[in-house]
Structure formats: structure tokens, C-alpha cells
T-cell receptor, first 113, second 114 residues
């Protein structure tokens, strides 16, 4: 079946450094991908999306890169702050008319002061 | 501020009890979803619904049922709770045909079955 997965379950970075969280996917037909952030005790929250006809999209301190050739996307967080500590999920739609998403398992980002 | 509200943050139930988890959204979304989240397993889809009175099985429907009597409310029912249903349960909603704004999630209900 289709899958979306992250490369590393955990990532530890120093405050102020840049973080890169990676994700691979298998469905070439995905129209868009979304990154979610889940803080402890909360539900996942939308961070940023990227459509499949784009290679890069920037938000506030975040950049998502999409490489369709190798079916890989990444989330880059600039100047990582303690408030960025959370689990990050990538998700892609897997076809059909309703836009259902398939989620990766998540990477837990820890920011060291 | 749009919201998906789950009625309980924490629940403790006994084995064999019938458990109701409630979810309400105020965004007039057609699609609603129930997931469970366990360490190392990520988000697993239990049931979803594209319309009132409509339901579809997800990847792990065994031991669960759902009810969608009103557009804004999607209930997850554990007919006879078991300890292996101890988990974080997340409700989500989305527009029909999806879209890159994705799902809006509730804050989750952490259920412990003893």
C-alpha cells in the first residue's frame, strides 16, 4: 500500500541551530503534502503545505522542500527555539475524491538550550 | 477561531465498559475522522465519515463503531473496552475533496482502560 515515512524518530538540536526533518513517500500521485506539528498533550497542528508542482515553499522560519524525483520532502526550521520542541509529521494525500491523507510516524524534535 | 472539540481530555474506564468519545466541529466540514495514536505506530485511522449517517472503516475498525447523526458531531464508540484500546484518540475534520489545508485536529482524548 501507499506509505509516508520519516527517516528518524528523534532529532536533537541546539537552540539557535537549523533543524531539518526528512520524509519519504511512495505515492507519485499525491497532489500535495502537509507538515504538522504536535506539541505534548495537544493535537497535530498545520504548519505548512506544498503542492506537487512546487519544489520549495517558505513560511515563517520554516521551509519545505519537495524532491519528486526521489520522492522526498523535508521541513527546515531556521534558528530553532525551545518552543519548536514537538513531534513533526508529514502527510500526503493518496488520491480519491475526498483528499484523504496518509501520515508518517513522526519525528520528535528536542531543542537543547 | 475554527475548532474541533473533543469532549474529554482524559478518561479512565474499566474493561468491558461501553465508552463514548465525542467530537464536535464548528467549521461546517463534511469529512470527519477518528484516529488512534500510539508510540512508534503513528496515527492509525479507525473510521471516517463523509456525510451525515455515512461511515467508512479505516485501517483498524475492530472493536470500534461510530455514529454521525449530525454534520458537526462524530462519535466513536468502544462497545466493550479492552486494555489494548488504551491510547490517545484524535478526531479530525476536513472539507470535501480535501485540499492542501488538510485536516483540523482536536486536542485528543487520552483513554486508559483498566
Amino acid at each position: 500500500g501507499e506509505s509516508v515515512g520519516l527517516h528518524l524518530p528523534t532529532l536533537s538540536v541546539q537552540e539557535g541551530d537549523n533543524s531539518i526533518i526528512n520524509c519519504a513517500y511512495s505515492n507519485s500521485a499525491s497532489d500535495y503534502f502537509i507538515w504538522y506539528k504536535q506539541e505534548s498533550g495537544k493535537g497535530p497542528q498545520f504548519i505548512i503545505d506544498i503542492r506537487s508542482n512546487m519544489d520549495k515553499r517558505q513560511g515563517q522560519r520554516v521551509t519545505v522542500l519537495l524532491n519528486k524525483t526521489v520522492k522526498h520532502l523535508s521541513l527546515q526550521i531556521a534558528a530553532t527555539q525551545p518552543g519548536d520542541s514537538a513531534v513533526y509529521f508529514c502527510a500526503g494525500n493518496y488520491g480519491g475524491s475526498q483528499g484523504n491523507l496518509i501520515f508518517g510516524k513522526g519525528t520528535k524534535l528536542s531543542v537543547k538550550p | 477561531d475554527v475548532k474541533v472539540t473533543q469532549s474529554s481530555r482524559y478518561l479512565v474506564k474499566r474493561t468491558g465498559e461501553k465508552v463514548f468519545l465525542e467530537c464536535v466541529q464548528d467549521m461546517d466540514h463534511e469529512n470527519m475522522f477518528w484516529y488512534r495514536q500510539d508510540p512508534g505506530l503513528g496515527l492509525r485511522l479507525i473510521y471516517f465519515s463523509y456525510d451525515v449517517k455515512m461511515k467508512e472503516k479505516g485501517d483498524i475498525p475492530e472493536g470500534y463503531s461510530v455514529s454521525r447523526e449530525k454534520k458537526e458531531r462524530f462519535s466513536l464508540i468502544l462497545e466493550s473496552a479492552s486494555t489494548n484500546q488504551t491510547s490517545m484518540y484524535l478526531c479530525a475534520s476536513s472539507r470535501p475533496a480535501g485540499g492542501s489545508d488538510g485536516y483540523t485536529f482536536g486536542s485528543g482524548t487520552r483513554l486508559t482502560v483498566v
